[in-house]
């Protein structure tokens, strides 16, 4: 992959064609490199098609997919790259570069899912003799693009290939949009507070980080905006009960045809239609490949067997939830009643914004600790110094600071390297909220390992991206950033899909770390690592308080181990809720004859039957579910919790080995579980990774016991 044809002189200047390491140089990227690159990488690709198909060139790995895959690699990476700029750098000029080749790129690659001849290459290598010498990688990286052939529409009648491939455009234009949608209304609301009295109950942080935003602005005074750092801490300790609403409003409204009302943004950015758009042309493309529907579509490549298998889990779950989330909820109910006064009368329900700040009073009566006291132990540095330290413990790897090209001043980058030194793979960490980059958090990979033909080894790059709150100026100094420990566990989460990532080693691209993985499976390395963060083992040696330089005290970390389950019903049927909503808009759902708020309609249905919590009549969150309606995730979000039956279950080897060794970081098991689960990518199945390491198949107790559900299992 360090070859590339001979380029012209402009060529050479653009940096989504210089590589160099194999990293793109970021920050001189400008919008009108994109068309040239891009085109030129097409065409590349394109011409490698064509002499893969070509009856001349012999059907094996060497001649066929090796150079298939230098080609499609190359404008894979530089693509990755722009659509990475596009979420973490977003300018209108970038957007629309970025949107002008969206649909010449989604056009290729539904055009090689839909190309027959190429189809057929593939099915001759895979019945050639030679196909049995190849490796398991190999192997499976031909079964695996044969599947796809048969799901891209390579099987399709060739008058019905031309409006399958429209679907595909069209379904990436949309999903570009929502996700613009929701960015340009969040970005589109602030809210500027010039009487300190309405900053009681505030945290320090939050007030800093206020006046900051104001000053950048160039107004006087305190600015709260809808991105979560700044909004969340309104609606959790904010005594203001109006700015809680008013923040409230704003939020649940964006991307809405309500959105003008609550000052949100304009009515071209309300994604109702956008949302019906995508579920009819899902519904059209599973239809078209012999499917009932999408969700029957979306689990083919899958764990899970079938859509009725999928359903019954769901609800399962939320059965064994509810009598523990009726709990919470009265719990709630009666403490806003009696032991905290907010005025209300029997008749007067709790309102939306009331609850998260009641949730934290209440949390603090019963445990005698706030989250924002807990925040001040977790210094963003200190945090990561004992995330790496737990990964080099358990994986036997280095981490270090890298000099990588970077995209923003406070991106970092490091390098991964064995025991001997050896660097085996790098990863960016960008964590700060900022305007121009969009909301939550993920990793994305930017290069993936391979073997290439010369025998050297391309090692992987991975981007770990969050969104916490900024460090800002505290009497004219910089201080320190801290982080909630929510935050420290998205940042151990995203950090395990980068464990699968990095210490992949696997040679074949296609099922290399996180490549080839099932969709339903992915989240098994995710979801491990945020265990770690409840460990006292752990913790002792990642936290600092950013004004005393003490460390977490025993006692608090008794209080919030007592906590953690605290509300974990709600929480769960929450989950459960948005994984049968997205589950239901692709299985059962019928979009074509749909109009208006059906989606919103159904979203409500499905909250009355498995929450507890009344709904609000305002809330239009299906209009900013970018997870599935702009992140690959329709008719997937379910995966969370099936994955995280997966994950207790891998993490309880680590509590079984405590228990003789005396430590959760025991290296024999973290060992075995990198060489069964993170280093064989998707070179065979999760459920053959997954009895590799625990010797048999899963079992959901480890999961109900963690989450402090496990009394229902024996109700029933």
């Given at each position: 992959?360090?070859?590339?044809?001979?380029?012209?002189?402009?060529?050479?200047?653009?940096?989504?064609?210089?590589?160099?390491?194999?990293?793109?140089a970021y920050a001189q990227v400008k919008p009108d490199h994109i068309a040239p690159a891009i085109d030129l990488l097409l065409s590349e690709a394109n011409m490698a098609v064509e002499k893969a198909t070509n009856t001349d060139t012999p059907k094996t790995w060497n001649d066929l997919v090796e150079p298939l895959e230098d080609a499609t690699e190359r404008l894979s990476r530089a693509w990755g790259a722009v659509a990475h700029l596009n979420s973490v750098a977003d300018t209108p000029e970038m957007r629309e570069a970025y949107g002008a080749m969206l649909p010449k790129v989604t056009a290729f690659m539904s055009s090689l899912g839909q190309n027959l001849a190429l189809y057929e290459c593939f099915k001759l290598l895979r019945q050639d003799p030679s196909f049995a010498t190849l490796s398991r990688d190999q192997q499976k990286v031909i079964e695996n693009s044969l599947r796809d052939f048969r799901l891209g529409g390579a099987e399709l009648p060739e008058e019905q290939k031309?409006?399958?491939?429209?679907i595909q455009e069209e379904q990436a234009k949309l999903g570009k949009a929502f996700s613009d949608h929701v960015l340009d209304a969040t970005n589109g609301f602030t809210h500027l507070l010039t009487d300190p009295a309405d900053l009681i109950g505030l945290p320090e942080d939050a007030i800093a980080a206020a006046a900051d935003a104001a000053e950048q602005q160039g107004k006087q005074g305190w600015m709260f905006t809808l991105h979560f750092p700044s909004y969340y801490p309104v609606?959790?300790?904010?005594?203001?009960?109006?700015?809680?609403?008013?923040?409230?409003?704003?939020?649940?409204?964006?991307?809405?045809?309500?959105?003008?009302?609550?000052?949100n943004g304009k009515a071209e950015w309300d994604n109702t239609q956008n949302m019906l758009d995508q579920l009819r042309l899902r519904n059209e493309e599973a239809v078209m490949l012999g499917y009932r529907n999408y969700a029957e579509l979306?689990?083919?490549?899958?764990?899970?067997?079938t859509v009725e298998e999928v359903d019954l889990f769901l609800v399962d779950i939320a059965k064994r939830a509810k009598p523990f989330a009726k709990t919470d909820w009265e719990t709630l109910q009666l403490f806003a009643r009696t032991e905290f006064n907010l005025g209300l009368t029997p008749d007067d329900p709790i309102q939306p914004w009331d609850i998260a700040f009641l949730s934290e009073k209440l949390k603090q009566a019963r445990y005698a600790f706030s989250e924002n006291e807990l925040k001040q132990y977790f210094p963003l540095p200190k945090v990561l110094d004992g995330l790496f330290g737990l990964i080099q413990t358990l994986f036997s790897v280095?981490?270090?600071?890298?000099d990588l090209p970077i995209w923003h001043e406070t991106v970092q980058s490091f390098s991964v390297s064995n025991s001997n030194g050896e660097i085996v793979a790098y990863f960016y960490l960008d964590p700060y909220a900022r305007p121009g980059k969009r909301g939550g958090a993920w990793m994305d990979d930017a290069r993936g390992r391979r073997l290439l033909p010369s025998?050297?080894?391309?090692?992987?790059?991975?981007?770990?991206?969050?969104?916490?709150?900024?460090?800002?100026k505290v009497d004219g100094k910089l201080k320190q950033p801290t982080i909630t420990h929510d935050d420290v566990i998205t940042l151990f989460h995203e950090s395990g899909h980068g464990l699968h990532h990095l210490l992949t080693q696997v040679g074949a691209l296609g099922v290399s770390g996180i490549n080839g993985v099932e969709w339903d499976a992915v989240e098994l390395p995710s979801q491990f690592m945020e265990n770690?963060?409840?460990?006292?083992?752990?913790?002792?040696?990642?936290?600092?308080?950013?004004?005393?330089?003490?460390?977490?005290?025993?006692?608090l970390f008794e209080k919030m181990l007592a906590a953690k389950n605290f509300q974990n019903g709600l929480a769960t049927l929450r989950q459960v809720v948005f994984s049968l909503t997205d589950w239901r808009l692709h299985s059962s759902f019928d979009a074509a004859d749909a109009k208006g708020q059906a989606v919103l309609a159904l979203a409500k249905e499905i909250g009355d039957a498995f929450n507890v919590i009344p709904q609000s009549p305002l809330s239009r969150w299906p209009n900013t579910f970018s997870h599935i309606f702009a992140g690959g995730y329709a008719a997937g979000y379910y995966s969370y919790k099936w994955a995280e039956v997966l994950s207790a279950d891998v993490y309880s080897a680590f509590e079984e080995a405590a228990k003789m060794t005396g430590s959760i970081l025991d290296s024999?098991?973290?060992?075995?579980?990198?060489?069964?689960?993170?280093?064989?990518?998707?070179?065979?199945?999760?459920?053959?990774?997954?009895?590799a390491f625990r010797g048999r198949d899963p079992s959901i107790d480890t999961l109900l016991r963690h989450g402090g559900l496990i009394e229902e299992l024996a109700l029933d």
């Amino acid at each position: 992959m360090n070859t590339h044809p001979a380029l012209t002189p402009a060529q050479s200047a653009n940096p989504l064609l210089q590589f160099g390491r194999g990293i793109v140089a970021y920050a001189q990227v400008k919008p009108d490199h994109i068309a040239p690159a891009i085109d030129l990488l097409l065409s590349e690709a394109n011409m490698a098609v064509e002499k893969a198909t070509n009856t001349d060139t012999p059907k094996t790995w060497n001649d066929l997919v090796e150079p298939l895959e230098d080609a499609t690699e190359r404008l894979s990476r530089a693509w990755g790259a722009v659509a990475h700029l596009n979420s973490v750098a977003d300018t209108p000029e970038m957007r629309e570069a970025y949107g002008a080749m969206l649909p010449k790129v989604t056009a290729f690659m539904s055009s090689l899912g839909q190309n027959l001849a190429l189809y057929e290459c593939f099915k001759l290598l895979r019945q050639d003799p030679s196909f049995a010498t190849l490796s398991r990688d190999q192997q499976k990286v031909i079964e695996n693009s044969l599947r796809d052939f048969r799901l891209g529409g390579a099987e399709l009648p060739e008058e019905q290939k031309p409006r399958f491939a429209q679907i595909q455009e069209e379904q990436a234009k949309l999903g570009k949009a929502f996700s613009d949608h929701v960015l340009d209304a969040t970005n589109g609301f602030t809210h500027l507070l010039t009487d300190p009295a309405d900053l009681i109950g505030l945290p320090e942080d939050a007030i800093a980080a206020a006046a900051d935003a104001a000053e950048q602005q160039g107004k006087q005074g305190w600015m709260f905006t809808l991105h979560f750092p700044s909004y969340y801490p309104v609606q959790q300790y904010s005594e203001n009960r109006a700015l809680r609403q008013r923040m409230y409003e704003a939020y649940v409204t964006r991307a809405s045809e309500l959105s003008a009302q609550f000052g949100n943004g304009k009515a071209e950015w309300d994604n109702t239609q956008n949302m019906l758009d995508q579920l009819r042309l899902r519904n059209e493309e599973a239809v078209m490949l012999g499917y009932r529907n999408y969700a029957e579509l979306s689990i083919a490549p899958k764990m899970a067997r079938t859509v009725e298998e999928v359903d019954l889990f769901l609800v399962d779950i939320a059965k064994r939830a509810k009598p523990f989330a009726k709990t919470d909820w009265e719990t709630l109910q009666l403490f806003a009643r009696t032991e905290f006064n907010l005025g209300l009368t029997p008749d007067d329900p709790i309102q939306p914004w009331d609850i998260a700040f009641l949730s934290e009073k209440l949390k603090q009566a019963r445990y005698a600790f706030s989250e924002n006291e807990l925040k001040q132990y977790f210094p963003l540095p200190k945090v990561l110094d004992g995330l790496f330290g737990l990964i080099q413990t358990l994986f036997s790897v280095q981490i270090k600071p890298a000099d990588l090209p970077i995209w923003h001043e406070t991106v970092q980058s490091f390098s991964v390297s064995n025991s001997n030194g050896e660097i085996v793979a790098y990863f960016y960490l960008d964590p700060y909220a900022r305007p121009g980059k969009r909301g939550g958090a993920w990793m994305d990979d930017a290069r993936g390992r391979r073997l290439l033909p010369s025998g050297e080894v391309q090692i992987p790059v991975a981007y770990l991206v969050c969104n916490f709150a900024a460090p800002v100026k505290v009497d004219g100094k910089l201080k320190q950033p801290t982080i909630t420990h929510d935050d420290v566990i998205t940042l151990f989460h995203e950090s395990g899909h980068g464990l699968h990532h990095l210490l992949t080693q696997v040679g074949a691209l296609g099922v290399s770390g996180i490549n080839g993985v099932e969709w339903d499976a992915v989240e098994l390395p995710s979801q491990f690592m945020e265990n770690f963060c409840w460990e006292w083992e752990v913790l002792e040696k990642m936290t600092e308080h950013v004004d005393s330089g003490q460390p977490l005290p025993r006692a608090l970390f008794e209080k919030m181990l007592a906590a953690k389950n605290f509300q974990n019903g709600l929480a769960t049927l929450r989950q459960v809720v948005f994984s049968l909503t997205d589950w239901r808009l692709h299985s059962s759902f019928d979009a074509a004859d749909a109009k208006g708020q059906a989606v919103l309609a159904l979203a409500k249905e499905i909250g009355d039957a498995f929450n507890v919590i009344p709904q609000s009549p305002l809330s239009r969150w299906p209009n900013t579910f970018s997870h599935i309606f702009a992140g690959g995730y329709a008719a997937g979000y379910y995966s969370y919790k099936w994955a995280e039956v997966l994950s207790a279950d891998v993490y309880s080897a680590f509590e079984e080995a405590a228990k003789m060794t005396g430590s959760i970081l025991d290296s024999a098991t973290g060992l075995r579980y990198r060489t069964e689960i993170l280093e064989v990518g998707g070179s065979r199945s999760a459920a053959e990774s997954f009895k590799a390491f625990r010797g048999r198949d899963p079992s959901i107790d480890t999961l109900l016991r963690h989450g402090g559900l496990i009394e229902e299992l024996a109700l029933d």
